[in-house]
């Protein structure tokens, strides 16, 4: 497996972030389980205190617009049946299926956008402002503004949630995080629409 | 594009066979309008009568199974926005959604199966039979059989209706093609369950 879908499960099962997840991999010598334990002793888990339990349950949400032209299908987990049975989870099951409908996302978190991808944006920025004789470090400066405003639009935790523009998706899930005491993840999503 | 892309092209373009696809290709070198041309010439294309007239209008079909932790999408497409807004069109993108639901299909078409899926289909079937001493002939023969059992198990359009079982999702298809007098295709789908 890629260093890189080994992080993403390590974030899957435990919700810490990709930093830390990295982190404990070098700690563990790339071992799952001592990965884990790692972020749980560092109490860098956010489920920690709930051994063992990663996000395995949920829901799927389902969000079709008017006319069914358009409409996205997206994974939610938790930990338990009990918080995916809950209206909370429920409505942020929902909801998100409709950012994707609507938002468009392509990933789920920078994280999973590919090298390639990130070098291609970087190269037709570049080649925006061929000619415009800037300095190295200031193109540098604009490049990266422009890949963060690429990831706030493209991938789904960074984008501004549909229905408040005030929080991202991620500020979103973290609010529910908090309510229901588990940890939830967006484990992949679709969307499809007609001609597309 | 590769020659099964371009064929898969020509089917959705026209609703002919893959057989008839392949001639209209080499009697045409590979041009693509050329091929749409030759089979409407031949009576071929099941939207002979609607020149110019491809599958590109329709409806996203949507099951959620009980508890919404199993669900699909089907893209479903049509000629025209006229036939995708009646009932048995309707019925059918919701009816195909249900059918990925519960049967699992993995392909759309045989055409579909890669080519490296096949061969290690017949590799499991012959390494079944090790030892049983039979004629290389019986022996293709079997794996043949159970390549076509293969096929109606994950291609969806061989699979039995699971709302009538003694058609498949072929004939289902084919009997709403004669009554709204359209080309209708099933361009893709998605099955999402919880944990898998």
Request: glycine letters at 6%; charged letters at 30%; one cysteine or more.
């Amino acid at each position: 497996m890629a260093i890189s879908e080994i992080v993403k499960e390590l974030r899957q099962a435990t919700g810490a972030g990709v930093l830390d997840c990295k982190k404990a991999l070098e700690a563990s010598n790339g071992d799952f389980d001592k990965a884990v334990e790692y972020l749980r002793e560092k109490g860098l888990a956010a489920a920690a205190k709930r051994a063992g339990r990663a996000a395995k349950d949920g829901l799927i949400g389902i969000y079709v617009h008017h006319g069914s032209r358009v409409a996205a299908m997206v994974e939610l987990n938790c930990e338990t049946d009990f918080v995916a049975r809950t209206q909370e989870f429920q409505t942020l099951a929902h909801d998100l299926a409709m950012q994707v409908t609507a938002a468009q996302p392509q990933y789920i978190s920078r994280e999973d956008v590919p090298p390639e991808v990130i070098e291609a944006e970087k190269q037709k920025y570049r080649a925006q402002m061929d000619g415009q004789n800037k300095p190295e470090h200031i193109l540098d400066r604009i490049i990266e503004g422009k890949l963060e405003k690429f990831y706030q639009d493209t991938c789904i935790l960074e984008q501004p949630f549909i229905k408040d523009e005030d929080s991202t998706v991620e500020d979103l899930i973290k609010s529910i995080i908090a309510k229901t005491g588990e940890n939830i993840v967006i484990r992949r999503f679709v969307r499809y629409e007609i001609g597309q």
